[in-house]
């Protein structure tokens, strides 16, 4: 991993409310990830994880409630400028089927960036040699290992200089020995001040990687802290039974 | 068996046909197929889009157009379109109801193919429209580059067979009437048949479709073929492959 200069932000989230007709997903949420920090939300399925992660690119606009990026709303601004800002990877990696890998990050570079095709063909080969792939860059995604397709999908949402990336269950669709790998990715992205919102289940991440937790039940944030705190010192019931199932 | 052969396969009517079938049968019947395959896979694409938007004012007319050119049946539509506008604008395309022809079969098909791409934009994973706004593409660019041709890829078979049918189809225009130098095939091997009593020159019509539709029908084969094994992991063919869409992104 190469030591490019990031641009970071602040990211922030008040009081955010979504509801799929009747059912409430989410029931104000506050969260707040400062310049350079790594927040990992954890809790069960169906407790809002993914639904907050994607309020924050506004896949999911909230019926309720106020986004900021470095300290400016956002809620109501451009939608496409807002993801223009935010990365992110997704479970199933979503590469372009139809494109080869190279292609894959030359897409959205010269449509969404505007780079020349060859701006964006350079800048799309380092950021696979960054993520260890430059050797694949003309193979269809589908000829690509389930952890090596999740590389270029971080590669890719990298290349658009994100200044804060979201990972919504990201290794939950691997096989078990492809996760380190891209953990360990992450964590160096951690290290390099990039903002990261994590919604995982890999708990040894959160511990080690983590500025902060965030424990969320039945839409809304149960309990937040240091991953010291929440790990070894839970104080709510829920999250109580919660680590005792999954640790 | 004699009298069989006599009616079907009478060389005489055969080799009398057979000019006019090459020489202007078939450039009409190309023509005809060509140009409504053409006009109808562009509206049709035009239909599948409205079709699948959010707003309700572009989906819902797609709706009725695609329920009625495909409720019809083609010869009705053909010649209310075909008779009919001939009376009302005459003024603007004289009288000549060959355009109306090729009008008629383009509607006809673009509501078939509006629902054939509909079908395939459809089947494309939704995370792929996600990555792409993810990433900041706006929502027609991200029809336009990825979501749209991954879904035509898949639907490139049921699009092959649509053609074959307007192919067949372009006979219909037979009932509205065409000049001499305008005649397809069908109409062309009919016609002899008619002042003849004899079946031969509709065999060889029959013939010179046929010559048109097998390689289509093996075309379709074929594609299918690749879109199947396209899904495998298939090292160097990267970027050569066109066909092979990505069958790990359907999970």
């Excluded at chain 2, 193919?113 to 395939?120: A, D, L, N, Y």
């Excluded at chain 2, 890829?153 to 074959?164: G, S, T």
Aim: charged share 20%; net charge neutral.
């Amino acid at each position: 991993m190469t030591t490019a200069a990031v641009r970071s932000s602040s990211v922030e989230l008040r009081d955010i409310h979504v509801s799929f007709g009747t059912l409430e997903v989410l029931r104000g949420v506050d969260l707040k990830v400062p310049s350079g920090g790594t927040t990992c939300v954890i809790g069960p399925s169906g407790s809002g994880k993914s639904t907050l992660l994607r309020c924050v690119n506004r896949l999911q606009e909230p019926d309720r409630g106020d986004l900021l990026l470095d300290g400016e709303s956002v809620i109501t601004a451009d939608p496409d400028g807002v993801r223009r800002r935010v990365g992110m990877v997704f479970q199933h990696f979503n590469l372009f089927g139809h494109r080869s890998v190279l292609d894959n990050i030359v897409l959205p570079l010269r449509s969404v960036r505007r780079l020349s095709k060859e701006d964006a063909a350079e800048v799309a080969r380092e950021r696979l040699a960054e993520v260890g792939l430059a050797d694949k860059a003309p193979y269809r995604p589908s000829a690509l290992s389930g952890g090596q397709q999740q590389r270029v999908a971080i590669a890719r949402a990298l290349a658009m200089e994100p200044e804060v990336m979201l990972f919504d269950e990201a290794t939950s669709a691997l096989d078990p020995e492809l996760v380190k790998g891209i953990l360990d990715l992450m964590a160096g992205l951690a290290s390099r001040g990039l903002t990261l919102l994590v919604v995982t289940h890999e708990m040894g991440f959160a511990r080690s990687v983590a500025d902060e937790v965030a424990f969320m039940d039945a839409g809304k944030i149960v309990e937040h802290g240091t991953p010291d705190r929440i790990f070894d010192e839970p104080e709510s019931p829920r999250l109580q039974q919660f680590l005792s199932q999954v640790l | 068996m004699d009298q069989f052969f006599d009616t079907f396969l009478n060389w005489d009517y055969i080799w009398q046909v057979f000019p006019d079938l090459l020489k202007t049968g078939l450039g009409n019947t190309l023509i005809l197929s060509v140009s409504s395959a053409l006009i109808g896979t562009v509206l049709g694409m035009v239909l599948a889009v409205m079709g699948l938007s959010a707003k309700r004012w572009l989906r819902w007319p797609a709706r009725v157009y695609t329920d009625i050119f495909r409720g019809l049946p083609a010869i009705l539509t053909i010649l209310v379109i075909g008779q009919g506008l001939f009376t009302l604008a005459r003024g603007l395309i004289g009288t000549n109801p060959y355009p109306l022809g090729i009008l008629a079969l383009s509607l006809i098909a673009s509501a078939y193919i509006g629902e054939i791409f509909r079908s395939g934009i459809q089947s494309v994973d939704k995370g792929q429209l996600e990555a792409s706004r993810a990433l900041g593409m706006s929502y027609t660019k991200a029809m336009l580059l990825v979501v749209i041709p991954q879904g035509v890829r898949r639907v490139l078979p049921a699009l092959v067979n649509q053609f074959i049918a307007l192919v067949k189809d372009s006979t219909l225009v037979y009932f509205l009437g065409f000049i001499t130098s305008q005649r397809e095939l069908f109409r062309i091997g009919q016609d002899l048949a008619a002042n003849t009593g004899n079946q031969s020159p509709l065999v060889a019509a029959g013939v010179v479709y046929l010559v048109i539709t097998i390689p289509l029908t093996h075309l379709v084969n074929f594609i299918d073929k690749r879109l199947q094994t396209g899904g495998k992991v298939r090292p160097g063919l990267g970027q050569s492959n066109e066909l092979s869409a990505g069958g790990v992104m359907g999970q």
